[in-house]
């Protein structure tokens, strides 16, 4: 009789019907228990690579697949099952069709079985509203943290999975909106926690990177994200049809179809060798201006081909192959990109931040500079970015004659750059 069932099982993919969630399964309903070798695959959307997800299948070493969704049907199960040509014992997709569903013991037990869970596309809200603060995260943290299964998911399905996300709670967001009111309504980043990962514990990611509407949005997205939490922040972005996995040694690799076609993903990350890269103004109604004279942000543009040859290592973010250095900053309205080279983080830069202090903030006509710097500049720029007093080489600045506001301090010293919003009142 079991011989029976599990031949049936393998040809059949049956479809349970439930009030709060639909279920179609494909494969072996006998559960596998292997050992998943972990991992992450982030994926920006349109048709799946098909090399990245023979990569994700394989980390699950034979065992169940599970797709977590909350729109379609089972477009996943025979692609995953038969079509790849790598063997799984089952794929099973589950889709919520409401909240209640996360409260259900079926899909409790079958989150507790899959050696590998794949986030679909669709709305990211859908995913957080129904799932943070549930079993169904609990359930998942605990399978990435004790059983070493596998992650994935493509577009909405990679948009939840770094400790900060954009929620789409109100609506998406353009780069026009975001970048001219970094506080719009849209504009919903949380960091509650949601689904925890090594390597993305510090970053926020983004997806169809192609769309000329998604790099401004998402350096707003880490602007707001220093500016509210006073942390450093990351980003990780692919274009649509490519993707990026990340082993249990932090080394992502980058796949696409480069250079048939301008595939790539992106590695964000507030520059280093700036003493304070913390944005230069983001504030409600105000155009967001990050910019540090242009070097606010280095980025790793990477492009993804069929064997994931290209490479960076997330333990240091500044070991790179295959791709390119960029620096992006953003002015009132307009992101600039320009080629770079990598970052230099080292101990000097930490000490000069260490040993750095400016007081008092707010001021009323003096402003002093603490500092071992050496040689240094000083600028005092308006809102606008326009310099309104120079100083060299003065740690007591009178600023007697500036009328009361708010203004930038940048402070040049040692090929290193440090700009910090100031008030005087």
């Known amino acids: 009789m079991k011989t029976l069932i599990l031949i049936v099982s393998i040809l059949l993919a049956v479809k349970l019907n439930a009030q709060n969630y639909d279920s179609y399964y494909t494969g072996n309903t006998v559960d596998a228990q292997t050992n998943p070798t972990g991992g992450i695959c982030l994926m920006g959307g349109a048709t799946e690579n098909d090399e990245a997800m023979k990569w994700f299948l394989q980390r699950a070493n034979g065992g169940d697949i599970l797709v977590l969704r909350a729109s379609g049907s089972d477009g996943y199960n025979n692609y995953f099952y038969t079509q790849l040509g790598v063997p799984v014992n089952s794929v099973e997709t589950i889709v919520f069709n409401n909240a209640q569903a996360a409260n259900d013991s079926y899909i409790h037990q079958k989150i507790n079985q ?12 859908d995913y957080i509203s129904y799932w943070r603060g549930t079993a169904i995260d ?14 994935g998911g493509t577009s909405a399905g990679m948009a939840i999975q770094g400790k900060y996300y954009f929620t789409a709670e109100n609506g998406t967001i353009t780069t026009t909106d975001a970048l001219n009111n970094p506080y719009h309504p849209n504009l919903t980043v949380d960091s509650v926690s949601f689904i925890q990962k090594d390597y993305l514990s510090d970053v926020i990611t983004d997806t169809h990177y192609d769309n000329p509407d998604r790099k401004g949005r998402h350096l707003t997205f880490m602007a707001r994200v220093y500016q509210d939490l006073g942390t450093g922040i990351k980003g990780i972005a692919c274009e649509e049809y490519t993707a990026v996995c990340i082993d249990e040694n932090g080394i992502a690799s980058v796949y696409g179809d480069h250079p048939n076609y301008d ?53 240091d973010w500044q070991t790179g192959s295959g791709g390119i250095w960029q620096n992006w900053s953003v002015t009132p309205n307009t992101l600039v990109e320009a080629p770079s080279i990598a970052p230099n983080c080292n101990l000097s830069l930490l000490e000069l931040k260490r040993d750095f202090i400016i007081y008092p903030n707010p001021l009323h006509d003096e402003l002093n500079i603490e500092h071992n710097f050496g040689s240094f500049q000083v600028e005092i720029l308006n809102l606008l970015g326009q310099q309104v007093l120079f100083f060299e080489n003065q740690k007591k600045l009178n600023l007697s004659n500036l009328d009361n506001g708010s203004y930038i301090i940048r402070i040049r010293a040692h090929s290193h750059i440090f700009t910090k919003k100031i008030i005087k009142r």
């Open 263 to 315: 595939d790539f993903a992106y590695f964000l990350q507030p520059n280093c060798e700036v003493l304070d890269p913390s944005p230069e103004i983001c504030s409600t109604g105000i155009p967001l201006t990050w910019s540090h004279s242009s070097e606010a942000v280095k980025v790793y543009k990477v492009p993804g081909t069929m064997n994931g040859a290209n490479t960076f290592d997330l333990n």
């Open 138 to 151: 609990s359930l998942i943290n605990l399978g990435i943290q004790n059983r070493n299964i596998v992650i």
């Open 114 to 125: 899959a050696e590998a869970i794949w986030f679909a596309g669709g709305d990211q809200w």
